[in-house]
């Protein structure tokens, strides 16, 4: 009994990353993530679309940053992290389908709530790339990678919202530009 | 008859506007747009919510960039020049209500519907900006002044997102401290 309902919830949580991810937290229906999931009976696994979003953001934020740490590159140096780093942010933001960073997309959508249990995870999870970044950029031999990695993220989070603005993947290219001028010494 | 129905128009969009900026787009209903606007009849003055919504952004962008080129800063250089402007958008962001930037959101609750009028009229609000950035970086005799209009770009899009994701204002210091890098002769 216990397995089922953890199963469900999994598969509740699948369905709605799904749906969240394609459009949007506030578009989709609390009814749409239940049929995708094919159950009928929601309220005893989630008792609200927000705690639902809040999981959903968690679960999504575990493996973002799994990955993240899994994620092995063959760096000489800063510069070529850096390339490596951007690159990737352009291939993922060339796909169709691209439509933003899915926690900033969260934050966004929730602009004027402010204690939503779903910002809490979107600001949690942001630190924790920033944290990767700044030990990234540590290993690579970069001075003061914790300021570095700041410039990073705001680079990195100005070229995911202007590739969903322009549609246009020459935004990584111009932040991998600038960053590898930042991280140089100085 | 002709002036009365531009009257209810201009009201119309003035009550869409603050209930966009403070609420987003999507959560916002015509019908609390017309109650705000105080008018019964809202069919034969905008067809749809979306029609409105790229209406409101039309409007908004004809203002913003009016108040970007009407702004005269008395500014020595590029790095003044850069100071001053990040410190606005620090200024901005540390207002109790800021929840990011109007068009940016626009996008991204958007963020699926590419052929979205709305999503046409951001896309051109920020090439609007950008080129401001350009023309005033160059004025301060900043060389090639279009390529650090569009790093300024990423840092203020990445500035004006981690504002709001962790309620942040150091943010765009974070930024001013990079553009002032990248703006330097080399």
Redesign the interface.
Known sequence: MRRSAEQTRLRILDAAYGLFW???F??VSMDEIAARAGITKRAQHFLSKDALMAAVLAYASDLAIKRLRDFQRPVANGAEFIDSYFTQLGDWGAKP?Y??AG???A???L??L?GHPA?AI??KH??AVEKWLAEELACTGVAAAS?RA??V???????M??M????DQS?PK??A??AR??IQK?
């Open positions: 394609r459009q949007g506030l578009r389908k439509s933003g926690f900033t997309r934050a966004v959508e602009a004027d402010r910002r979107a600001h942001k630190l300021d700041r410039e993220m705001l680079l990195t989070e100005g070229a919202v202007l969903l603005i322009h549609a935004w111009a932040a530009r600038a001028i930042l100085r």
